[in-house]
């Protein structure tokens, strides 16, 4: 992650000293949900350096119904953020909702919050569409000297979005999650690295590719990182990187093969251009 600006961090931290126990007070005194937003669009601004009057929008009208906040940022809406009572325990429901808000506006982040828990998610407009869980922080746990907990903080605040931060975390927890790094196990490429290591410490045993591939699957990966709508994300991505590979190494070839034709063909001329003479 990008090193924070001295100015943004000293900002982050701060504000985090303030909130928490604003937060904890409120989450003790079991506030309401209209206080609660009060709570938020102060924290917004305060530390996600979101202009309360020109970035932050409330009660935005989706079909017909609402949602809390809407977050802009170059005066496009980026984030919808659906807030919850800091009492109120967030749930599946609570989440559909908020998906369901961004969905119908073609907005790609969702952040779910009572003020203690924030669930950021990234919608897939894929069929049907997905949500991914990309972050689920206790606001009440983070400590404002960790530089961790404050980059953290820094992919939600105006600047980090704006610089595609958020973007570039989710990206980096896709390439490097379970789904995908099980599945590539099983690639072609994979099992036959496996099976060239294997030959070196065993040499005088036979092993198959099939072989490797089975005690993968049966021993090894477990069986949720293989099937469901994440695993099939993952096995459509290698597939489409393996295709890609494949057709820059058959150009390379064809390359290579039409540059020997030239030169033959130069070779015959200069040939035929000697014996002429």
């Not at 009572?85 to 749930?91: D, F, N």
Request: proline share 1%; hydrophobic share 40%; glycine share 4%.
């Amino acid at each position: 992650m990008a090193a924070i600006p001295a100015k943004i961090q000293s900002r982050l931290s701060e504000g985090l000293k303030k909130f928490q126990p604003i937060v904890e007070g409120a989450k003790i005194r079991d506030i309401n949900e209209s206080d609660t937003v009060v709570i938020l669009t102060g924290i917004l601004s305060e530390i996600f350096g979101y202009d309360k009057y020109t970035d932050i929008t409330t009660e935005m009208a989706i079909r017909g119904t609402y949602c809390d906040l809407a977050l802009k940022v170059n005066n496009k809406v980026e984030i919808l953020l659906e807030a919850k009572a800091a009492g109120i325990e967030l749930k599946e429901q609570h989440v559909k909702q908020a998906v369901d808000y961004a969905s119908n506006k073609g907005i790609d982040w969702v952040i779910l919050t009572n003020g203690v828990n924030w669930k950021v998610y990234k919608i897939l407009f894929t069929k049907p569409i997905q949500n991914i869980l990309v972050c689920d922080i206790n606001f009440l746990h983070l400590k404002h000297k960790s530089q961790d907990d404050l980059e953290i903080l820094f992919l939600l605040s105006k600047e980090g979005v704006s610089k595609k931060s958020l973007e570039d975390f989710f990206t980096q927890k896709q390439a490097t999650n379970r789904f995908m790094i099980g599945n590539i196990l099983t690639c072609d490429s994979v099992i036959s690295s496996i099976k060239k290591e294997l030959k070196g410490i065993y040499p005088d045993i036979k092993v198959t590719n099939e072989e490797i591939h089975n005690v993968l699957m049966k021993e090894v990966i477990k069986r949720e990182i293989t099937e469901g709508e994440e695993a099939e994300e993952a096995k459509k991505k290698i597939i489409k990187a393996l295709k890609k590979k494949e057709k820059a190494k058959t150009t390379s070839k064809l390359s290579d093969d039409a540059s020997m034709a030239v030169e033959a063909i130069a070779i015959i001329t200069d040939s035929e251009t000697i014996e002429k003479r």
